[in-house]
């Protein structure tokens, strides 16, 4: 490899780091938003969804 060829691979490579490290904190404070706000992050969709809410307890009838 030429000392050109190396340069040219570090500078791509240090650009797609900064790149990365860009989306992730940008990423980070989306998550944060969305918990600071009571919200729930799901991954797999990007979204910030509602906390879901305790079940609630009905009584059965057949017990009573």
């Keep these: 490899m030429t000392t050109?060829?190396?340069w040219i691979t570090a500078a791509v490579a240090g650009i797609a780091l900064a790149m990365l490290a860009s989306?992730?904190?940008s990423?980070?404070?989306l998550v944060q938003r969305c918990?600071?706000?009571g919200?729930?992050?799901d991954g797999s969709?990007?979204?910030c969804l509602p906390l879901p809410?305790?079940?609630i307890l009905q009584r059965?009838?057949?017990r009573s």
């Design 4 to 6: 050109r060829t190396r």
């Design 23 to 25: 989306w992730q904190f």
């Design 27 to 29: 990423r980070g404070r």
């Design 35 to 37: 918990v600071a706000s």
């Design 39 to 41: 919200g729930v992050w």
């Design 45 to 47: 969709r990007s979204q």
């Design 53 to 55: 809410g305790a079940p």
């Design 60 to 62: 059965d009838i057949r």
